[in-house]
């Protein structure tokens, strides 16, 4: 019988195995197949992949279930098979390792944005997903669970504190992700997060995947000194940075440098060593071959990479430029304009210049909204902001631009000057007009609001220092529903305190509805703009009110215009209306958002002219800030 795992690498390095999706891939298993299906699909497929890494030299292999968790099984329509699926790779790999060889069953991040930023999921669906996922592989035998590839701490902290509740009996590997110099993609140091998933629960701590070895190295560094407090580590690095050729990802690192490597870091206090993308049976080969020295035991007093404590505070972001710049003791506007779909930008432009010499206080730009091309609004913002002096607010969408994108982007508009942004999730990119587009989605609304407050604090996703700070008046979109307004009232609250000054509401079409609206979001301490979207036609209000999501058009007004025939008439009955309700509102509402509809801006003009001609002084909140 195998002493129990944690007892035997304590004082042993244990050699794990290598990747298996790759692997299999390279073994012609078909590409984008859903892997840990071919526990119950092609189980003989796995058990061989297994076999193979056990010749090689593995003491400890992972069972097949990386990524087989509800939310992922979901695309393929077996997540209601998670636990069958779990049981079923624990078995196998249960089986090709006999007495001698350890089997670990792994667990990946769920694929869920996390934190539930736009709470279609919640940390208890999250918690309920892994607790089934791990009672399948303690069912099926495994000795050890490992709970890899996280990215995030918060995450990675959820899954141990579930591995170790729901099977006490098992000892948790916890493994994150440090992409560079030991730190997480959000600047969360490697013994930072060793010392918190030692505490959630994990008997063991590590790295896995990343940016290649010399990375991995950097990490396993900045933990060297949890190995002199008794604490084994574990690290499964990449075959160095692939590379696209063709159809194939080539992973460059050869089995004879990176098992020099492995060397450091077990003389770091690695007692799991593996590999990870792209590795193989021939990598662990080579492990096994030159991996002969014993580990070195770590003393703390030996350890020169000491845990950092930070001497600096992050200076507190201000409000931003847009609500910096609001004139005292007027009602707040902002107007939307649509960047144009063509290369003709002067009919904007120039309504843009209309708008704001009748007193607007910003231009409000969307990027493609419902996934159609148009110019880009950064590019747009700048030239209204060099020809009308005005504000100009960018919406920013998570739909078509990756994290490192967005960053670098939201770096641009900075040095571009422009200093109010509207963080958007972005509508889905399956009603766009262009071919071959699908959507990114890195980063969702409260991610971004995150991303924005990051970067006024002048610091980016990573924690590094960007020298200055931005000054982006960060803008949330609220969408307010009457007759069910606690969860947005509550997405609302957490938008605020990641970070969020002000927030954009969807159109509202009901004096009653945003006089509640404002009363149920007092406590809400940032001015809301009240979304008004003037109807021009019967057909245009049946549109919004059943075809765009969030957007109610009272029965009563939509009745109203379709006893009209002539769309002339249908517009001066709904721009009537629209007038009468500015005038009910004017008094109790933070500001103003006014959208062009069809990017007809000349019909909001006059709008705007109506309110600075009575002038409306809105609440007061802004006076405040």
């Known amino acids: ?93 249960v089986k ?18 996390f934190p539930c930023d736009d709470e279609e999921f919640t940390a208890d669906d999250i ?53 560079a110099r030991g730190t997480t993609v959000q600047g969360d140091d490697a013994l930072t997060c060793g010392r918190a998933m030692i505490k959630a ?30 604490i084994p580590l574990s690290a499964f690095p990449n075959a160095g940075l692939p590379e696209l050729v063709g159809h194939r990802m080539i992973y460059p690192a050869q089995p004879g440098y990176m098992a020099s490597r492995a060397k450091e870091m077990i003389r770091k206090g690695v007692h799991l060593i593996g590999g990870c993308c792209g590795t193989a049976p021939s990598h662990i080969q080579e492990f096994r071959s030159a991996l002969k020295i014993k580990p070195v035991r770590i003393q703390l007093q030996d350890v020169e990479i000491q845990e950092k404590v930070r001497d600096d505070i992050l200076p507190e972001p201000r409000n931003g430029g847009f609500l910096e710049t609001l004139q005292p003791g007027r009602l707040p506007i902002i107007a939307e304009l649509d960047p144009p779909t063509h290369l003709d930008a002067e009919s904007v432009l120039l309504g843009a210049e209309r708008l704001a010499k009748a007193g607007v206080d910003a231009i409000s730009l969307g990027e493609n909204p419902l996934a159609i091309l148009r110019a880009g609004n950064l590019g747009m913002a700048s030239l209204i902001r060099q020809r009308t002096g005005v504000q100009a607010i960018i919406h920013q969408t998570g739909r078509d631009i990756n994290a490192l994108g967005l960053q670098s982007r939201m770096m641009e508009a900075y040095l571009l000057g422009i200093e109010a942004v509207l963080a958007v999730s972005g509508d889905s990119a399956a009603g766009t007009d262009q071919p071959g587009v699908s959507g990114v989605f890195d980063l969702r609304s409260a991610g971004l609001i995150q991303m924005l407050d990051s970067l006024n604090r002048g610091m980016n996703m990573a924690g590094r220092p960007l020298k200055q700070q931005t000054n982006f008046s960060i803008g949330a979109a609220f969408s307010f529903r009457p007759a069910s307004p606690d969860l947005q009232i509550r997405r609302l609250e957490k938008k605020t305190a990641y970070g969020a000054r002000y927030a954009m509401t969807q159109p509202l079409f009901s004096a009653d509805e945003i006089e509640q609206m404002m009363e149920q979001v007092q406590h809400i301490d940032i001015p809301i703009f009240t979304g008004i979207f003037p109807l021009i036609s019967s057909r245009n209000a049946e549109f919004l009110h059943n075809e765009v999501p969030g957007i109610y058009v009272p029965v009563e007004l939509r009745k109203q215009l379709a006893r009209f025939e002539e ?59």
């Open 1 to 93: 019988m195998k002493p129990p795992f944690i007892e035997y690498v304590q004082s042993h390095v244990v050699l794990g195995d290598g990747a298996l999706g790759s692997y299999l891939f390279e073994r012609g298993v078909e590409r984008g197949r859903n892997l840990d299906l071919l526990n119950v699909q092609a189980p003989d497929v796995i058990f061989n992949a297994h076999e193979e890494y056990i010749r090689a030299g593995s003491q400890l292999i992972e069972t097949n279930t990386f990524g087989a968790n509800r939310f992922k099984l979901r695309e393929s329509g077996a997540e209601e098979r998670v636990e069958e699926i779990n049981r079923a790779g624990a078995e196998i790999a």
């Open 127 to 179: 918690c309920e997903s892994l607790r089934e996922q791990i009672r399948g592989l303690a069912a099926g035998g495994v000795d050890v669970l490992i709970i890899e590839t996280f990215s995030r701490l918060d995450e990675v902290l959820l899954a141990i504190e579930v591995a170790h509740s729901e099977a006490p009996e098992l000892p948790v590997i916890g493994q994150m992700v440090f992409p």
């Open 567 to 625: 769309v002339s008439d249908q517009r001066k009955v709904a721009l009537e209306y629209t007038t009468g309700l500015l005038e009910k509102i004017s008094s109790f509402i933070d500001g103003l958002y006014l959208i062009s509809p069809l990017n007809k801006w000349d019909i909001i003009l006059d709008f705007v002219v109506q309110a600075r001609q009575a002038g409306w002084k809105g609440s007061g909140r802004v006076d405040r800030l």
């Open 201 to 230: 629960g994990a008997a063991m701590v590590g790295t896995n995947c990343g940016r290649g070895i010399d990375a991995m190295v950097s990490a396993i560094g900045r933990m060297a000194s949890l190995a002199g407090e008794g």
């Open 96 to 113: 090709a390792a006999g007495h001698q060889v350890y089997v670990a069953g792994s667990v990946g991040p769920s694929g869920i944005n």
